[in-house]
């Protein structure tokens, strides 16, 4: 049998001590693809798959992303960044206001004088108490329909409702602080239809302020309307002007004073009110009437009843008025609830004809027919300042004399 020669030495097995386990598998640079995945990789080389719709595209670029929401800035069409200035919007502005101020040169001129007129005096507040010093001496002026208040102090009064201001309202007697808190609101309500009223001062009926006053009273003010005389003449509680005679060139009327409240004892509560109010108006068209000629018809108007430019002159007329009102203590008397009674009351017309009886206020025009005669001349009082408000009016106070000033 034939001889087998003996091997000679292995070579050395460089896998001899290699373990197979997780570690090996795990740390291996090339990994074998899934069967799936080479499935895919090889349907998608003939049929590339469509881009889901959450993930963007490989060939589109991602869009800038803006910093805490800042537009880019503008440029212009060679690519230079536009500068933004604030002279370009304000000279637009400017121009603008120029070419309005162009056109209403009037308008403007009379904003400039009510300005000019507004700022002429401090303003005054209300009244807390009876003032002890008389009013400021204002510079002399003419009223006109655009300044009806230059030359008066009352330039720098509240104006309407506001210059009656109501004290804090407190119990009183049988009456708690809300009952009188709704006194002391229908007085004032009462005080705003009678003297303040656009229409009341119209010469229309003050339906409302009628309605305010106990059966009485408003029984005794209605047959003074309805037939006015010299003893019972409506303008002692209420003013009015005969649009004929006299008409309102603004709606607006100064007011100052105040209103004080006391208990009454067992009767109720006592309201006492003490305002001056600053009526401005012109001429109405009936004011100096007196015709060239029967034929004619014309109307003939005192010069003086125009300003130096030709602006209609503004007279004011002011009326000082103390009137207390009643609320009697419903337990002991018979009354109207939340009807207001009047109790004692003085008034005082300044610039007004000293005949009394028309049923209404008739302001003193410079040389019109109303303020000739004696009839219209002062009876002999005493020269008063009608803005003076330092002494209380009396009982018979009613003599007509001369103003210091209108």
């Known amino acids: 049998m034939p001889i087998v020669d003996e091997p000679g030495p292995r070579p050395d097995d460089p896998f001899e001590n290699l373990v197979l386990d997780e570690d090996f598998v795990r740390g291996a640079d090339v990994k074998e693809q899934s069967g799936r995945a080479r499935m895919l990789a090889a349907r998608w080389k003939q049929q590339p798959p469509d881009p889901e719709p959450w993930r963007a595209s490989a060939d589109r670029a991602p869009a800038p992303r803006r910093r805490f929401g800042r537009r880019p800035k503008p440029v212009d069409p060679w690519g230079r ?19 309005l101020a162009a056109l209403n040169v009037d308008r403007l001129n009379g904003w400039y004088e009510g300005r000019r007129e507004s700022s002429a005096l401090p303003a005054v507040a209300p009244e807390t108490a009876s003032p002890t010093a008389a009013p400021p001496a204002v510079d002399p002026d003419t009223p006109t329909a655009d300044r009806p208040w230059a030359g008066s102090p009352a330039e720098a009064w509240p104006s309407g409702a506001n210059g009656i201001e109501l004290p804090p309202a407190q119990a009183l007697g049988v009456f ?27 010469g229309g009926t003050p339906a409302a302020a009628l309605a305010l006053l106990d059966r009485k009273d408003r029984a005794e003010l209605e047959a003074a309307l309805a037939h006015p005389t010299a003893e019972h003449d409506p303008v002692v509680w209420l003013s009015r002007f005969d649009p004929r005679l006299a008409v309102p060139v603004t709606e607006v009327v100064k007011v100052l004073g105040r209103t004080t409240f006391e208990s009454d004892g ?24 007196a015709p060239a000629s029967p034929a004619a018809g014309a109307t003939a108007r005192p010069v003086g009843w125009t300003t130096a430019g030709g602006d209609v002159r503004v007279e004011r007329e002011i009326v000082r008025r103390q009137q207390d009102f009643r609320f009697y203590n419903p337990a002991r008397y018979q009354v109207q609830r939340g009807k207001l009674v009047l109790d004692k009351g003085q008034s005082a017309f300044g610039n007004n004809v000293c005949t009394m009886g028309s049923g209404y206020l008739v302001t003193s025009f410079p040389g019109s027919a109303e303020d000739d005669g004696p009839s219209g001349a002062p009876t002999g009082g005493p020269t008063t300042d009608p803005y003076d408000r330092r002494t209380p009016l009396e009982e018979g106070d009613g003599g007509c004399g001369a103003l210091s000033r209108t």
Not at 81 to 99: D, E, G, M, N
Not at 176 to 202: E, F, G
Not at 276 to 287: E, F, I, M, N, S
């Open 81 to 99: 960044r536009r500068k933004r200035t604030w002279q370009t919007p304000v000279f637009v502005v400017l121009a603008a206001a120029v070419t």
């Open 176 to 202: 708690d602080r809300t009952q009188v808190a709704a006194q002391l609101k229908a007085v004032k309500d009462y005080l705003v239809l009678a003297h303040l009223d656009p229409a009341t001062l119209a």
């Open 266 to 289: 067992d009767r109720g509560v006592l309201v006492h009110t003490d305002y001056t109010y600053v009526y401005a108006l012109r001429p109405g068209p009936d004011v100096g009437r």
